[in-house]
């Protein structure tokens, strides 16, 4: 199509879904025989949320999606187009979306997986919006980020356990007004560091065996000061590569959600580059380190919190095995309309948004 017919891809709506169970430091810390005060002081993370046995990651993310379709008030059968974002699959294959599509009913959406780790969900959403802009049929999509890493976590490993949990969280992605939704975006990849996150066994190079389930070797292992170098090294670079693209100055931004990976370090990002705090929005402590979840659960939160408006230029930060990372510009087209109770209450109830009550989940038409 012509340049100047390109649609502007924004977010319509967003929802999000932590499992029920909380695992908190004091009992992490009692098997691990450490003080619960050095998880805080090394972490800044408090609990984590743990899924349950019955659960798949499938299972979280549809939960998520149900909510971020009924904010966006579109019905699972209008999806052309479902991503999920994860490196905790139910399955090697098929793909885990296309369990989601099954759960929702979303008889007429594509469906497909993308593993970027930690950056799924900015990659997902740039290339997603990417698709819709050179699609003119591809009208709707869904983008979930979703993750479970309690099932992959070494829990006599204080290096990794104590920095991970489950969780997902979603976007519904439509046609917005010109120069409002998705301004710009940046992806990148550096493939010769893919021994700094890893689970080494498991795949096509190494299959599952007797030796290496004795090994350990189909636990998360992780170079924790290889990862936060890496961080503290790409994070100002993205923020800079990507407001240069989009033609904006730090200073245009009103809300910047990058993925939760640690507190510690995310307060070092920040104090580098001297952005006061009220700019950034955490749900580390809360929810902690959910891989592809973290972004979209949070930002789910923070619409649910009121701080994100009409008009808001919002910037999406993440980082993650591969190693990955990238960044996105997002002028925010959607209101308030994030569900009002926390992303662990039971589907089904009902629930406000902007002063209207809807119900969540089980009474949505993704539920039908």
Same mark, same amino acid.
């Given at each position: 199509? &012509? ?14 879904? /932590? &499992? ?12 691990? +025989?450490? %003080? ?5 002081? #090394? ?27 009924? =904010?966006?008030? /579109? ?40 593993? =970027? ?8 959403? =740039? ?19 979703? +993750? ?26 439509? !046609?917005?007004?010109?120069? #409002? $939704? ?7 990849? %550096? ?13 096509? @190079? #190494? ?21 936060? %170098?890496? /961080? ?7 923020? @800079? ?12 931004? +009103? ?14 990002? !920040? ?28 930002? %789910? ?5 009121? !701080?994100? !408006? ?7 930060? $993440?980082? $993650?095995?591969?190693?990955?990372? $990238? ?37 949505? &038409?993704?539920?039908?």
């Amino acid at each position: 199509m &012509p340049w100047e017919d390109v649609p502007s891809i924004g977010v319509l709506g967003t929802g999000s879904y /932590v &499992p029920e169970r909380v695992l908190d430091n004091a009992a992490l810390a009692a098997s691990l +025989d450490v %003080d619960q005060s050095w998880i805080v002081h #090394k972490t800044g993370i408090r609990q984590r949320r743990i899924a349950a046995a019955h659960e798949a990651t499938s299972d979280l993310a549809t939960r998520a999606a149900q909510r971020a379709l009924v =904010a966006a008030g /579109v019905h699972p059968r209008d999806l052309d187009l479902i991503v999920v974002a994860t490196s905790s699959p139910d399955w090697v294959q098929p793909a885990t979306a296309c369990a989601v599509q099954a759960n929702l009913g979303a008889t007429r959406a594509a469906a497909v997986d993308m593993n =970027a780790v930690c950056a799924g969900f900015v990659y997902a959403l =740039a290339l997603t919006s990417s698709t819709m802009r050179g699609d003119s049929a591809c009208r709707l999509a869904l983008v979930i980020g979703a +993750d479970i890493y309690s099932r992959v976590l070494d829990y006599q490993d204080r290096r990794t356990c104590i920095l991970f949990g489950d969780g997902a969280g979603a976007a519904v992605l439509g !046609r917005v007004p010109e120069g #409002k $939704g998705i301004l710009a975006s940046s992806l990148h990849a %550096d493939g010769t560091r893919v021994h700094c996150v890893q689970l080494p066994a498991g795949g096509s @190079r #190494k299959p599952a065996t007797a030796e290496t389930v004795a090994a350990g070797e189909h636990f998360f292992r992780m170079d924790g000061r290889s990862v936060r %170098d890496f /961080v503290m090294e790409t994070f100002p670079e993205i923020v @800079r590569c990507v407001l240069d693209r989009a033609g904006h100055q730090l200073h245009d931004v +009103d809300l910047i959600i990058p993925h939760q990976a640690n507190l510690e370090i995310l307060e070092a990002c !920040r104090r580098h580059r001297s952005l006061p705090s009220e700019r950034l929005h955490y749900t580390v402590e809360r929810y902690i380190n959910t891989g592809a979840g973290s972004i979209p659960i949070t930002l %789910d939160d923070a619409v649910r919190a009121g !701080r994100v !408006r009409t008009g808001a230029l919002i910037l999406f930060v $993440g980082f $993650g095995g591969g190693l990955t990372w $990238g960044g996105l510009l997002l002028r925010w087209t959607a209101g308030p309309t994030g569900c009002a109770h926390p992303p662990s209450v039971s589907a089904g109830r009902a629930c406000s948004a902007n002063g209207q009550e809807h119900h969540c989940a089980d009474d949505s &038409p993704a539920a039908q």
